[in-house]
């Protein structure tokens, strides 16, 4: 029998689309903390893998296009240690789960650039957000308890 110290954290990283922040922190937590982390994400929405999360994550060494934009729903597990929402409106809205919850929100990098920047001025945002998911997950499990 597997004991308690050898058992992985089950954590749920939950955003509004399962686009762009809750996937950054799936990447972030398989790459640092695979040994103690078993990682999901998951929207209340599905709306892809945003284009420009897949690039600043490659950037950082790691590479996320093999996960899967899900909803709440397609999770191959119901139950988690932990639900992190990521943002507002996965807060507030988030269906109970057994467990723990919390909110640790990030800005939007979506919500934040505009329409007329170049490519570069647009990854700005999105990486400053992957270093501050990236400071969190460094945290995780024992910052959550």
């Avoid at 723990?100 to 999105?126: C, I, T």
């Amino acid at each position: 029998m597997e004991s308690n110290k050898l058992k992985k954290t089950t954590i749920l990283f939950l955003c509004t689309g399962n686009s762009c922040r809750s996937q950054m922190a799936e990447g972030w937590a398989r790459h640092l903390k695979n040994n103690e982390i078993m990682a999901y994400s998951a929207g209340i929405e599905k709306h892809g893998i945003n284009p420009f999360a897949l690039k600043v994550m490659a950037e950082a060494g790691i590479d996320i296009s093999n996960q899967e934009s899900t909803t709440i729903d397609e999770l191959p597990v119901s139950e988690f240690d932990w639900v992190v929402t990521l943002c507002g409106h996965a807060s507030e809205t988030c269906p109970y789960f057994p467990g723990k919850r919390v909110h640790q929100g990030f800005d939007d990098p979506p919500k934040l650039v505009k329409e007329e920047w170049s490519e570069e001025e647009k990854l700005a945002p999105y990486r400053k957000v992957r270093d501050e998911i990236q400071e969190f997950i460094e945290s995780l499990p024992h910052s959550l308890k």
